[in-house]
């Protein structure tokens, strides 16, 4: 019932957010050019660099391109469910309207980090996934590694979100949350290449003490070669210790929440 109670909620969050996008049509259609034309982009960039070597650390052109292509589709699930909240989250902390979302009946994280829906996004959704299979295609994957792919892709987006919220709470300590923002884009643009191209002590830091590095490395690196799987086994780790964090700084946080609009 409880599930069943957020599925409505969060159903409503979806329409009102999709009514609230396509009002704007000039804009919609301009944020869905814009999406592809990154998309395309990022992967004629690789391309380019491929028709200078053969490998890069120890992938050849299709292995780094499934990695990226996986990574995309990644950071589109991202924009479409979660971006714009981490925006309206320094909003409203500023102009003390989150006053209103503690009061609702309903888990504070949800009212706060699910309430914004990108359409857009959801249009080119087949864009990766068609280029995701391509890839995959291209590698040979065999059959555990097709069935492992959804799971892999709500995995990672879940340790880059837990991530994120966990970044997030600080907005509490701090006037202003647009530095907070811009730090938690940084570590999304680490994430998106894979682990070997950092030198040892940095992957160390990102891979197990800031575990940035795990959300498409440790994926990807088991899909291409199923033994390479500590990587996952420190994933898991990583999604409940960072889990169990969250939990207990977002309370912390709203004790520390003093309303701006008081």
Same mark, same amino acid.
């Given at each position: 019932?409880?599930?069943?109670?957020?599925w409505?909620?969060?159903?409503?969050?979806?329409?009102?957010?999709v009514?609230?996008?396509?009002?704007?049509?000039? /804009?919609f259609?301009?944020?869905?050019i814009?999406?592809?034309?990154?998309?395309? /982009?990022?992967?004629?960039?690789?391309?380019?660099?491929?028709?200078?070597?053969?490998?890069?650390?120890?992938?050849?052109?299709?292995?780094l391109?499934?990695?990226?292509?996986?990574? #995309?589709?990644?950071?589109?699930?991202?924009?479409?469910?979660f971006? &714009?909240?981490?925006?309206?989250?320094s909003?409203?902390?500023?102009?003390? /309207?989150?006053?209103?979302?503690?009061?609702?009946?309903?888990?504070?994280?949800?009212?706060?980090?699910f309430?914004?829906?990108?359409?857009?996004? #959801?249009?080119?959704?087949?864009?990766?996934?068609?280029?995701?299979?391509y890839?995959?295609?291209s590698?040979?994957l065999?059959?555990l590694?097709w069935?492992?792919?959804?799971?892999?892709?709500?995995?990672?987006?879940?340790? #880059?979100?837990?991530?994120?919220?966990?970044?997030?709470?600080?907005?509490?300590?701090?006037?202003?949350?647009?530095? +907070?923002?811009?730090?938690?884009? &940084?570590?999304? &643009?680490?994430?998106?290449?894979p682990?070997?191209?950092? &030198?040892?002590?940095?992957?160390?830091?990102?891979?197990?003490?800031?575990p940035?590095?795990?959300i498409?490395?440790?994926p990807v690196?088991?899909? +291409?070669?199923?033994?390479?799987?500590?990587?996952?086994?420190?994933?898991?780790?990583?999604v409940v210790?960072?889990?169990?964090?969250?939990?207990n700084?977002?309370?912390?946080?709203?004790?520390?929440?003093d309303?701006? /609009?008081?």
């Amino acid at each position: 019932m409880l599930l069943r109670k957020y599925w409505e909620v969060y159903k409503k969050f979806v329409s009102t957010s999709v009514a609230v996008e396509t009002s704007f049509r000039t /804009s919609f259609i301009l944020l869905i050019i814009m999406d592809i034309f990154f998309f395309f /982009s990022t992967i004629t960039s690789i391309r380019f660099i491929y028709d200078h070597v053969a490998t890069i650390g120890p992938w050849n052109k299709d292995q780094l391109l499934f990695f990226i292509t996986f990574m #995309l589709m990644i950071d589109n699930l991202h924009m479409m469910i979660f971006s &714009q909240s981490f925006w309206e989250f320094s909003a409203h902390l500023k102009t003390g /309207s989150l006053d209103y979302i503690i009061l609702r009946p309903m888990n504070t994280i949800f009212s706060v980090f699910f309430r914004h829906f990108r359409a857009s996004s #959801l249009i080119i959704t087949p864009l990766f996934i068609g280029h995701l299979i391509y890839y995959g295609i291209s590698l040979k994957l065999d059959y555990l590694a097709w069935v492992m792919i959804p799971l892999f892709v709500i995995l990672s987006l879940a340790l #880059l979100v837990i991530l994120e919220f966990i970044l997030s709470t600080s907005m509490f300590w701090l006037t202003d949350g647009l530095g +907070i923002n811009f730090l938690r884009m &940084q570590f999304q &643009q680490l994430a998106r290449w894979p682990n070997f191209i950092y &030198q040892s002590l940095t992957r160390k830091v990102l891979s197990f003490v800031i575990p940035i590095l795990l959300i498409g490395s440790g994926p990807v690196h088991f899909l +291409i070669d199923h033994t390479h799987y500590k990587l996952l086994l420190y994933m898991g780790v990583a999604v409940v210790a960072g889990l169990f964090i969250l939990a207990n700084l977002w309370k912390i946080g709203l004790r520390r929440y003093d309303s701006a /609009s008081s």
